[in-house]
């Protein structure tokens, strides 16, 4: 776990019960108001690698991390993660997660903001969902509200998107239920909500939707309505005629924010650069411009600055004749 003069020492949770262990880093401090405690974790066999490590600033977060003939510089803040990896040739390899504009002696990177459009309509049971905004292909996105917010995979491009993943968290059997007005409701159901209101996991902000999926509600609030009817109690109907009520909750819904951070990447290569983003962008590393408007695959950029030349790195030993 650590020594025991270590601020910040990692260990194991562990559930029998819930079948979990995950690794935390954890602290050890004498009621400072110190909130930030950045470490490096390395993996290795034989030797370590890491040969040292500096905290620079702490608001971003700022450290370097020397390695071997690279150094590596991390900055993190609360909306982006950027990484800068150097060598004796200038900057090697560079990656920016979420909207900041970079201004280095040696890399600038100006991009567009991060993706955040709405969900404007979902379709739990055939797992689609349409957005208010373009977004790029097949992207990885953060969903959600301040209550609740998820993972997702979304398959597609454009506002319409499939997904495979079950979004469904509770359904149980109604055994109260009055209309309290035009689109308002008190209801309760015969199975609790497991954990409600810790943490990340608040059902007033997830999705109560009837049986046959064409009322939803959040915190008792129509969000979701057929184009005709009034909202009453007859809105909650045996839909699959098992003689029960039910209702269904849902993790997220309709109105919700779907955040795809920027994503960007600069890799030096034998020829120049390897530039990679899912915005638009531009910039300039060691000395060469770059410009970026395709969002699908990466684009090669020569090199303008020459870099002196390595040893060679393709040579193989044969046996001798």
Known sequence: MGRGSDTVLQGNPYSASYQYCFPFLWTQTSNETT?????????????????????????????????????????????????????????????????ATVNLPDLTVASGPDYEPIITSIDYNARTLTTSAPLPLDP?????????????????SGTSFTFADDLLVLEGQVISLHATSSNTIAIALNQAFLFDGYGN????????????????????????????????????????????????????????????PVDVTIQRTLAGWRVKGNVSLSGNVNGTPFNLNTLSSPKEFPRTVPVPPGPPSDLRRVPPF
Request: with cysteine; proline share 3%; hydrophobic share 35%.
């Open 35 to 99: 909130s930030v405690y950045p470490a490096i974790y390395e993996w290795y066999r034989g030797t370590p690698t890491v040969s040292g490590a500096v905290l620079i600033a702490s608001n971003p977060v700022r450290m370097q991390v020397a390695a071997g003939a690279q150094t590596d510089t991390y900055e993190c803040a609360t909306n982006y993660f950027l990484v800068v990896s150097r060598d004796s040739n200038g900057v090697r390899y560079a990656q920016l997660n979420g909207y």
């Open 140 to 156: 990885l996105v953060s969903v959600g509200n301040s209550g609740r917010r998820i993972s997702l995979q979304l398959y597609g």
């Open 201 to 260: 996991r608040r059902s007033t902000n997830m999705v109560l939707t009837t049986e046959d999926g064409q009322w939803h509600f959040r915190n008792n609030t129509v969000i979701k309505s057929p184009t005709s009817g009034a909202l009453t109690t007859d809105c909650f109907s045996d839909a699959n005629r098992d003689s029960l009520i039910n209702a269904k909750m849902y993790e997220v819904g309709e109105g919700d924010t779907v955040n795809l």
